[in-house]
């Protein structure tokens, strides 16, 4: 038996079970996202050494920023969508977020490319050394 989600469960649903219904999702991505990096760290700790984990630690900021990005674009169109929604405007929610996934992958190949370009520079301001860039330069051309 599959339950239908209707548009008002907001403003029907009892709090706690909209709470739950809604942030253990987000939990547990987060905490994917966490256990991904932890377990990467451990594998690149014991496979290449103490340097190496210095190179992935000044990685992590610019992948934050590069999420901060998606982020952004995602938590305004989210907005609109949920107003759009409670306006019974579907069309417009949906046109919408079409256009949240293409401007994202936009900026996803912008970021990618400027980034790339200006690696190294990028890099030595979040504190990279001679002994770490190139650590940092690998992980980041993966990533």
């Known amino acids: 038996m599959t339950t239908q989600r209707t548009p008002t469960a907001l ?10 219904q809604y942030s253990v999702p987000a939990i547990i991505a987060m ?4 256990l991904y990096n932890m377990v990467d760290s451990i594998f690149i700790g014991h496979g290449v050494g103490a340097m ?19 982020s952004l674009v995602g938590a305004g169109a989210a907005t609109l969508i949920s107003v759009k929604l409670g306006q019974k405007d579907y069309d417009t929610a949906q046109r919408v977020l079409g256009n949240v996934v293409v401007l ?7 970021f990618t490319l400027l980034t790339l370009l200006f ?13 770490t860039i190139g650590y940092a330069r690998d992980f980041m051309q993966i990533i």
């Open 104 to 110: 994202n992958i936009i900026i996803g190949i912008f």
């Open 52 to 70: 190496a984990i210095s190179g992935l630690a000044i990685s992590f900021p610019l992948m934050n920023l590069a999420a901060a990005f998606g």
């Open 119 to 131: 690696l190294d520079p990028i890099l030595y301001f979040f504190g990279a050394s001679e002994q």
């Open 11 to 20: 403003g029907t649903e009892k709090i706690g079970k909209l709470l739950m």
């Open 31 to 34: 905490t994917a996202s966490s």
